[in-house]
């Protein structure tokens, strides 16, 4: 049993941490964007009497009290670290290779987004009246698939690109940038260790690839 004087402490303790939890809430100042998550941060919500009797006032404002939690940027990186003790790589859509690599879950297939999309480059293709070439280039995970543990679903590149480049009409040549890439070495090394862009590499291998599929000649990697 504790005593008096131990109860006493450890609610002034509790009532101390909200009342200064609260202080700084209201007087520390508020950032709209987050570097580390790379998102922008929930703004303060609007009263209105839409918004209260449909309950997304009360949904805006916990949100918008979470994102915006004295010391959150300590917190976000301590769950981080937290997840990676656990075994647990991923944090949201990205995902940590053996090699300490940061790459992006694999992509969901949205059958109405790509059709959508590939309506308007056929359309473009069709009023362009110069020839029009589409290259999809494969995910920076795709490269990497083999250094992820625990991967909890395969990358489909590979037959998403097969997918998006059947919509393609007669007006649009098509860049097979894949293959060359799966003939790599080190596919991971075409792509930045903390970024989904290519590499100088990465960008190299694609020019190479698009130049000799149309017949032209392109300078050697010793060039650069």
């Known amino acids: 049993m504790h005593s008096k004087k131990e109860q006493w402490l450890i609610l002034v303790l509790f009532c101390g ?33 839409e918004s209260l009797s449909e309950g997304d006032f009360s949904e805006d404002v916990e949100t918008y009290m979470a994102d915006h939690i004295p010391g959150r940027s300590f917190f976000v990186g301590l769950n981080a670290y937290f997840d990676l003790l656990t075994g647990r790589q991923g944090a949201k859509d990205i995902l940590l290779t053996e090699d300490r690599r940061l790459v992006e879950a694999p992509a969901a297939w949205d059958e109405a987004t790509v059709q959508k999309n590939m309506d308007t480059i056929n359309a473009f293709a069709k009023g362009a009246g110069i020839p029009v070439d589409l290259m999809i280039v494969p995910s920076a995970g795709w490269a990497a698939e083999e250094k992820i543990r625990g991967l909890s679903a395969p990358y489909e590149d590979a037959a998403i690109i097969g997918s998006i480049y059947a919509l393609v009409e007669e007006t649009v040549r098509t860049v097979d940038v894949l293959s060359v890439f799966d003939q790599s070495d080190a596919p991971e090394l075409l792509y930045y260790k903390t970024d989904h862009h290519w590499t100088s590499l990465g960008a190299y291998t694609a020019c190479r690839s698009y130049a000799g599929g149309l017949g032209k000649s392109y300078p050697a990697a010793e060039d650069f």
């Open 17 to 49: 941490f909200l009342a200064g939890m609260a202080a700084m809430y209201l007087c520390l100042p508020k950032g709209d964007f987050s570097s580390r998550e790379k998102r922008y941060l929930a703004e303060p919500p609007v009263l209105t009497w």
